[in-house]
Nanobody, 115 residues
Framework: QVHPVESWGGLVQAGGSLRLSCVASGIIFVIVYVDWYRQAPEKQRELVATITSGGTITYADSVKGRFTISRDNAKNTVFLQMNSLKAEDTAVYYC?????????WGQGTQVTVSS
């Protein structure tokens, strides 16, 4: 079974930075796509960033220029570097590891940005 595990969320002041990680064992990591999603209270889950197996990256408009997704296949890990954080970035952040037709969700990590 594949169980992605997100880490390194926390409480940070507005303007600060956090670097989330998503580790997924039990899968050939080099061939998977990985997405970061977030869900704020009473809001729908939102796609934040995606990195493909080939390294193609896309971002939501709301985080472009502030967030950076990257991957280290040797460590089965994807990172989300979040800079210039805003109060509206407060959410639970989830990673989704996928290789069609399968996808695997982590349990999420809370990010709280105080203004």
């Amino acid at each position: 079974q594949v169980h992605p595990v997100e880490s390194w969320g926390g409480l940070v002041q507005a303007g600060g930075s956090l670097r989330l990680s998503c580790v997924a064992s039990g899968i050939i990591f080099v061939i998977v796509y990985v997405d970061w999603y977030r869900q704020a209270p009473e809001k729908q889950r939102e796609l934040v960033a995606t990195i493909t197996s080939g390294g193609t990256i896309t971002y939501a408009d709301s985080v472009k220029g502030r967030f950076t997704i990257s991957r280290d296949n040797a460590k089965n890990t994807v990172f989300l570097q979040m800079n210039s954080l805003k109060a509206e970035d407060t959410a639970v952040y989830y990673c989704n590891v996928r290789k069609w037709p399968l996808n695997y969700w982590g349990q999420g990590t809370q990010v709280t940005v105080s203004s």
